[in-house]
C-alpha cells in the first residue's frame, strides 16, 4: 500500500511525490468549496491568487518533502511511512513558525505576505498550524501511495490533477 519514499537519491520518486503534493493541495481545495474549512480568508486566497497559491502551496510541501527525504536516511535505518510522516511534520512545524515569523515582520510590500498575515490572524496560529500538519500528512500519503503504481498512470493522474485544479479554482 505505502512505498519507501525516504531514499533521496531514488529520483523516481519524485513524480509521486508532486503528485501526492499536489492532490494534497486539491483536497483542501474540494474541503473549502463544499465548505468543510469554514475560513473565508482560504477562500478568498484560492480565489485571488488561483495558480500562484497552488505553486505556492505545493513548492513549499515538496522543500519540505525533499529535506526530509535528505534527513530521513541519518535519522532512521529503514522505512517506516509513520517515522517519515513524522519527521516531514517536524519540518513542516519549523517551516511554519519561520513563515509566521516572516509574515509577521515583512517590512516589504509584498501582497502574498499581506495576505497570509491577516489570513493567520483571522484563524489563529494554532489552527494556521495544524492545518499545515494536515495537508503535508495527506501529502506523505498520497506520495507513498503514488510510488507504489506506475509511471505511467503518473503521468495520467498529474494531467487529471491539473485539468480538474481549472474546474475547482472557479468554485472557491
Same mark, same amino acid.
Given at each position: #500500500? *505505502?512505498?519507501? /519514499? ?15 503534493? /499536489? ?12 465548505? =468543510? ?6 477562500? $478568498?486566497?484560492?480565489?485571488? *491568487? ?9 513548492? &513549499? ?13 541519518? /535519522? ?5 511511512? =509513520? ?6 511534520? $517536524?519540518?513542516? $512545524? ?17 501582497? /502574498?505576505? +499581506? ?18 500538519? *494536515?495537508? #503535508?500528512?495527506? &501529502? ?20 487529471? +490533477?491539473?485539468?480538474?485544479?481549472? =474546474? #475547482?479554482?472557479?468554485?472557491?
Amino acid at each position: #500500500m *505505502f512505498s519507501d /519514499i525516504s531514499n533521496v537519491e531514488n529520483i523516481d520518486n519524485y513524480l509521486p511525490i508532486l503528485n501526492g503534493c /499536489i492532490n494534497a493541495e486539491l483536497t483542501i481545495i474540494f474541503l473549502c468549496v463544499y465548505e =468543510f474549512f469554514v475560513s473565508q480568508k482560504l477562500r $478568498i486566497w484560492y480565489k485571488t *491568487f488561483q495558480l500562484t497559491a497552488l505553486v505556492f502551496d505545493i513548492s &513549499a510541501m515538496l522543500l519540505i518533502l525533499i529535506l526530509t527525504r535528505y534527513l530521513y536516511k541519518f /535519522i532512521f535505518g529503514t522505512f517506516h511511512i =509513520f517515522y517519515f510522516i513524522g519527521l516531514a511534520i $517536524i519540518l513542516q $512545524i519549523l517551516y511554519t513558525c519561520f513563515f509566521a515569523l516572516l509574515v509577521n515582520h515583512y517590512w516589504l510590500k509584498n501582497d /502574498i505576505f +499581506s495576505f497570509q498575515k491577516k489570513y493567520i490572524a483571522e484563524i489563529g496560529f494554532g489552527k494556521f498550524l495544524l492545518y499545515s500538519v *494536515f495537508v #503535508m500528512v495527506l &501529502a506523505c500519503l498520497m506520495s507513498s501511495y503514488y510510488s507504489t503504481t506506475s509511471t505511467n498512470s503518473n503521468i495520467i493522474n498529474l494531467i487529471l +490533477s491539473i485539468y480538474f485544479y481549472s =474546474f #475547482m479554482i472557479n468554485e472557491v
